[in-house]
């Protein structure tokens, strides 16, 4: 068969803030095949990752994606990484088309998973789904007195473990730092499992990262995410050197395998974070989440969007048992959490499971697109190359 149809829907909150909340916004695809629907989600700027779909070719090696995926063959989950080497090759100096691809090639095993009846994770090779511990994934509070609420809030929704990120963290001085570090632990519990998140703020200044260290292991994190630039691979080599307890996590800025292996081989993270929605789609984060094993670095999906883009990230480690923290979105938008009508939440014991169900086990809401649908039309050279398409198929 056949790729008939790809449609990408823009969506968004009516009114999109400064804060670090991904879930403001999002951009879904849909693709539609042998009379067969799957759905994906790039988690990428939906404006410019729908011009890189659909924009007028440059030259041969900057084409828009959808050129390499209308019309191509996909009979079997072989077809999806050749159609990713085309991509690769015609669009190879567009750099928005990574994130564009991701999207479609998760709605691609959607798709397959749904026309054979079996769940992704179960196409990927893995006999069964292990279940997974949740971390509440959140941003800090302006102030430690609401760092601490936020703590006590997710303690009393039962999780295990909580991410605090974001937020002032990072922006003042070591000493403010550490009150928020105080306060995440203090609502935590002593018993929490807490997971610092810097979101690159110090770049790659070694010494401003350095700084926090005694703080972080004092109210003992399990992990420091991202205190620098994905590519400042010596200042993260060097700070995992210098850290006792605390281990260094890194990844959801990876746009391709390459950049996620350079993490773990010259960065020496402790765990690679890896966004489905980014590094071109569940392909490749499988491929990660193997070389992470070889390596003896413990593989993380990174979601803080929809339930859509959580089942999509949860797929590629699904048969790695003891790869067991994953993060949940605790705080979404009200967009990102509609978006599906069924979620995959906590069970009693917390855990959390994967449907053993089609593709991605998920179901896209159309009256949650209706409503957050954002009306756009883009014209070059006197043609109409993209509107918004209908929701109705």
Known sequence: ??????????????????????????????????????????????LTSIAAAICPRSHGACQAV?????????????????????????????????????????????????????????????PSAFPKLPYASLLFGDTPAATL????????????AVKFGWGP???SSASED??????????????GIMLIDAGAIWVDDLEAARRRLAALEEFRAHWLEEPFVSGALDAYHALSR????????????????????????????????????RIGGIGPAREIADYAVKRGVTFVNHTFTSHLALSASMQPYA???????????????ALAFEITSNHLMPGSDGSLR?????????????????RYLVDVEIRAKGKTLYRTPSVMR
């Open 66 to 126: 959808l050129d390499s995926v209308l019309g191509q063959r996909l009979d079997d989950i072989a077809d999806i990484p050749r159609i990713a080497r085309l991509v690769g090759r015609n669009s190879l100096d567009l750099l928005q088309a990574d994130h564009t691809w991701s999207g479609i090639e998760i709605a691609l095993w959607d798709l397959l998973g749904r026309r054979l009846s079996e769940p992704v994770y179960r196409l990927l090779s893995a």
């Open 1 to 46: 068969m056949k790729i008939d149809a790809v449609d990408f829907f823009y969506l968004s909150m009516p009114e999109v803030t400064l804060e670090g909340d991904g879930s403001q916004d999002a951009l879904l695809v849909r693709i539609a095949s042998g009379g067969h629907v799957g759905w994906g989600e790039c988690e990428a700027s939906p």
């Open 149 to 160: 609420a936020k703590g006590r809030a997710m303690r009393a929704r039962n999780f295990r």
């Open 242 to 277: 210098e850290a006792c307890s605390v281990r260094l996590a890194a990844g959801e800025g990876s746009h391709n395998p390459f950049m996620a292996r350079h993490l773990i081989d010259h960065g020496a993270v402790g765990f690679i974070q890896i966004d489905t929605g």
């Open 178 to 191: 550490r009150d928020q570090l105080a306060a995440a632990r203090e609502g935590l519990g002593p018993d």
């Open 354 to 370: 994967l449907a053993d169900a089609p593709g991605l086990g998920m179901t896209v809401d159309p009256r949650t697109i209706a």
């Open 319 to 333: 048969g790695l048992e003891s790869h067991e923290l994953c993060e949940f979105p605790a705080e979404p938008k």
């Open 169 to 171: 963290f990072g922006q």
